[in-house]
């Protein structure tokens, strides 16, 4: 998402920054960090008054524990899939075979 780019959220004439309620992919790039400092702070400051901002960071917040206590499978990955993986790293995009 772009700094400038907020969504349907009103947006403060004082800041230029968007004002509760935020909308979920801000919210889920303020979770991430990815935003500027400027940007998070303002909405940090403005969580306390978007109730619906709270309960998104928390699902968030919840999916991330539920991710990190799942086993991981004992499958060995598939050689495509790997092929796949390797050509992202090396940069070459993600080529299927």
């Known amino acids: 998402m772009e700094q400038d780019d907020f969504g349907p959220e009103e947006v403060s004439a004082q800041t230029m920054y968007p004002e509760p309620p935020f909308d979920d992919e801000l ?12 940007l998070t702070k303002h909405i940090a400051e403005r969580l306390p008054d978007d109730p619906h901002g709270r309960r998104v960071l928390a699902a968030l917040a919840a999916t991330r524990a539920e991710l990190a206590a799942a086993p991981l499978p004992d499958e060995p990955i598939p050689d495509a899939v790997a092929e796949r993986l390797r050509n992202l790293v090396r940069g070459d995009g993600n080529i299927s075979p």
């Open 27 to 38: 919210l889920a790039d303020y979770d991430a960090g990815a935003l500027s400092p400027e």
